[in-house]
């Protein structure tokens, strides 16, 4: 009888595992990863976000963050498989918590310079253990991380601090143990958050908000959006610009948003160009079957044809809504960009060698990890990082290696490389952008990216993997129009997606002749 329960059992864990790995390699081909381009997804797996170095931040990270593949790994997607396929989504968005009853100290937030909070690990590579550091308070913690001093010039600094704040210990940590790090970009650390992390922890970087500026230096910056002119890209472009619209006028004439351009690298005119500012450029002449090709060739050409009247430039896709006005996100000259979890150099060190040369592996793993939007820079730096861009991008895409491993994602990489060798860096910032389903409120955030499948019952549950009773995915309007108004989802769905469809709702029901995508109003 023990002998057939053994079997029993045995042969039930292994259902388990198997059910696991299907799972969650059908939870893999779900999800769409957009690419910054106006026409292409990609499917990427969605691994281990570890980026530390002491045994309790894995063993927290692989309990929250890692998906277990089973080995399997995926490339680039057809077009046609996009529409069926979809990539995993991004990390889980934070979740609100109480503050931990054992803090002690007040520096939460940025009220010391330690850009703080509570029920967050922050990882990176350490350069002082906590198993041996204590302080105590979290505010102790910082001052030992602005003060730490590495031992010779090569070594890293601390710019990253844990610090346990809960009594009966954190992760197999001793209360009030610090932990001091470095990451390469403290401004955007991978972190796990959420009432199960005992740990407050803080990371030290210029916050552009606080900035001071000489007088009189204007802060205005242009939005360029490249497009083409299907119809898919063309009813995104209109709602996109009625909101960049409304928020400039929100803003008044002293904000930092300036003009606009929509770059219709179609080669051709198109019937909005009286509703949308806009410049035509050619289309690449070969795009070796990727459209998004076009893309950076279509910056090089604009930067030619046109003189902006603004220092900066915002790259923007026409998937974005504007949720408010939107100030100068930069850090005096230095540009900023949104971080991508799938842009990861750690995982290609040898890769990217052939394009940005032979530098130290550590100096590679922590080139910034971004696409081109959205993203706003000084023109100059634009100018100098565009050509390289294109260059890049056309030989990455002829190269079987780079293509393979980069696949639909191969021109957001292409902006990582060129800006490194132009020497051009950007600080993150994760608020740039939020996108639903998996941001599902809005707080902080400064524009809405729909990029991603959402799927909801009619009790508004979310449904991951699984078409919804309720839900709304781009890619159903490809080849038509979406109505209006967009029914709106049902009750106890998040925020962020309500939101979403009423931004669609309202422009759709202002924007003359939505049905035809305008052709036949009348443009004052």
């Known amino acids: 009888m023990q002998k057939c329960f053994t079997v029993a ?63 399997v790994r995926y490339g680039k997607a057809t077009r046609e498989e996009d529409k069926e396929d979809d990539p995993p989504p991004s990390p889980p968005p934070p979740t609100a918590v109480k503050p931990s009853p054992q803090e002690t100290t007040d520096c939460i937030g940025d009220t010391c310079g330690c850009h703080a909070e509570r029920n967050a690990e922050y990882w990176g ?47 197999n940590q001793k209360y009030k143990s610090c932990w ?15 009432p199960q992390v005992d740990w407050t922890s803080g990371a030290l970087y210029k916050d552009p908000s606080k900035q001071e500026l000489p007088p009189g230096k204007s802060r205005k910056f242009h939005v360029a959006v490249t497009s083409n002119d299907s119809k898919y890209v063309q009813w995104q472009m209109r709602v996109m610009y009625y909101w960049f619209k409304k928020r400039k006028a929100e803003q008044g004439p002293d904000g930092d948003m300036g003009g606009f351009t929509r770059v219709l690298h179609s080669g051709r005119p198109d019937h909005l160009m009286e509703e949308i500012p806009t410049v035509v450029v050619d289309r690449l002449q070969n795009e070796h079957g990727f459209v998004v090709l076009s893309r950076p060739n279509a910056f090089v050409q604009w930067l030619k044809k046109v003189t902006i009247e603004e220092d900066y430039v915002l790259m923007s896709e026409p998937d974005h809504l504007y949720l408010r006005p939107i100030p100068n996100l930069m850090n005096g000259d230095r540009p900023a960009a949104f971080p991508f979890f799938y842009i990861n150099p750690k995982d290609h060190v040898k890769l990217l060698k052939k394009y940005v040369g032979d530098l130290p592996d550590k100096e590679i793993m922590r080139m910034d990890p971004i696409g081109n939007s959205p993203v706003m820079l000084h023109k100059d730096d634009l100018a100098k990082v565009a050509s390289t861009w294109h260059d890049m991008a056309v030989r990455m895409k002829t190269d079987p290696e780079a293509d393979k491993a980069w696949g639909w994602v191969l021109e957001m990489w292409a902006y990582t ?53 309720w839900r709304f995915d781009k890619r159903s309007y490809m080849g038509r129009i979406p109505p209006c108004p967009l029914k709106l989802p049902p009750e106890g769905t998040s925020s962020s997606v309500r939101t979403l469809i009423e931004m669609i709702n309202e422009a759709c029901a202002v924007l003359p002749n939505w049905d035809t995508l305008g052709i036949g109003m009348s443009v004052s």
């Open 9 to 71: 059992l045995v042969f039930f864990a292994g259902f388990l595992v198997s059910f696991n790995v299907v799972r969650n390699i059908y939870t893999l081909t779900q999800y769409r990863v957009h690419t910054h381009s106006e026409e292409s997804e990609v499917r990427i797996p969605f691994g281990n976000q570890v980026r530390t170095s002491h045994k309790h931040a894995e063993e927290s990270a692989n309990e929250i963050d890692d998906i277990d593949t089973g080995g």
């Open 180 to 194: 001091l790090k470095f990451h390469p970009h403290p401004e955007a650390p991978a972190v796990s958050r959420g």
């Open 125 to 171: 590579d350490v350069v002082l253990w906590g198993e041996t550091h204590f302080q105590p308070t979290a505010e102790a913690c910082c001052a030992a991380c602005k003060n730490f001093k590495p031992k010779s010039p090569d070594d890293d600094g601390c710019n990253t601090w844990v610090w346990c704040a809960n009594e009966k210990g954190c992760s």
């Open 417 to 469: 490389a060129a800006a490194k060798v132009n020497d051009v860096y950007h600080d993150l910032v994760p608020k740039f952008q939020a996108q639903p389903p998996w941001d599902t409120t809005l707080d902080g955030f400064y524009i809405l990216h729909y990029t991603y499948g959402n799927d909801f019952t009619d009790k508004g549950v979310f449904t991951p993997g699984k078409i919804g009773q």
